[in-house]
T-cell receptor, first 112, second 118 residues
């Protein structure tokens, strides 16, 4: 199935560092979402973006909906050990179906 | 319960056997989705139910896969004659609204069923 291009694939950082990851697509989406998945759990929504150019924050997380509607990024500031997990972007084109197209994921490891 | 629940949590089966995976969405949610997550991969859309509308089956990988949703609530994903490449985590999600934008479209995921086909 189709997947979005997400980078980097993995990141190993020190506690307190900032993190940035992004997603790109060859086609336009009208919604961009960022999820986090912990081991053995389903993905949990972190941030939802509904408008091109939109910049939204959720605590230490900030995400932006690219102007071209073909990309999005997620920043995590001052990382902490509990930020460890896999982060997925997801896009939705809208229309008759609400299915999400997911990125390949970014594995984040934070060393205390 | 408060969230999406799935059963079984884990399923080990032999190649060629049929399996049924169950999803209980959040009460009152009209939309239900099935995704598949292979090892080290993102989620792959399988099928989408919305109210009484015909489901969007465009993501089902073969005719061995089928799903139904009874009474607008519980859904069952069936895989017939399982193959080793079917091994994956099968995730169910539900949302409260119809297609569009906004918080009603937030998809809440269950913990998944880990399927291993030997």
């Amino acid at each position: 199935g189709q997947q979005l291009n997400q980078s980097p694939q993995s990141m190993f950082i020190q506690e307190g560092e900032d993190v940035s990851m992004n997603c790109t697509s060859s086609s336009i989406f009208n919604t961009w979402l960022w999820y986090k998945q912990d081991p053995g759990e389903g993905p949990v929504l972190l941030i939802a973006l509904y408008k091109a150019g939109e910049l939204t924050s959720n605590g230490r997380l900030t995400a932006q909906f690219g102007i071209t509607r073909k990309d999005s990024f997620l920043n995590i500031s001052a990382s902490i050990p509990s930020d460890v997990g896999i982060y997925f972007c997801a896009g939705r084109r809208g229309g008759a179906t609400n299915k999400l197209i997911f990125g390949t994921g970014t594995l984040l490891a934070v060393q205390p | 319960g408060a969230g999406v629940s799935q059963s079984p949590s884990n399923k080990v089966t032999e190649k060629g056997k049929d399996v049924e995976l169950r999803c209980d969405p959040i009460s009152g949610h009209t939309a239900l989705y099935w995704y598949r997550q292979s090892l080290g991969q993102g989620l792959e859309f399988l099928i989408y139910f919305q109210g009484n509308s015909a489901p969007d089956k465009s993501g089902l990988p073969s005719d061995r896969f089928s799903a139904e949703r009874t009474g607008g609530s519980v859904s069952t994903l069936t895989i017939q004659r399982t193959q080793q490449e079917d091994s994956a985590v099968y995730l169910c999600a539900s949302s409260s609204g119809t297609s569009g934008r906004g918080p009603s479209e937030t998809q809440y995921f269950g913990p998944g069923t880990r399927l291993l086909v030997l």
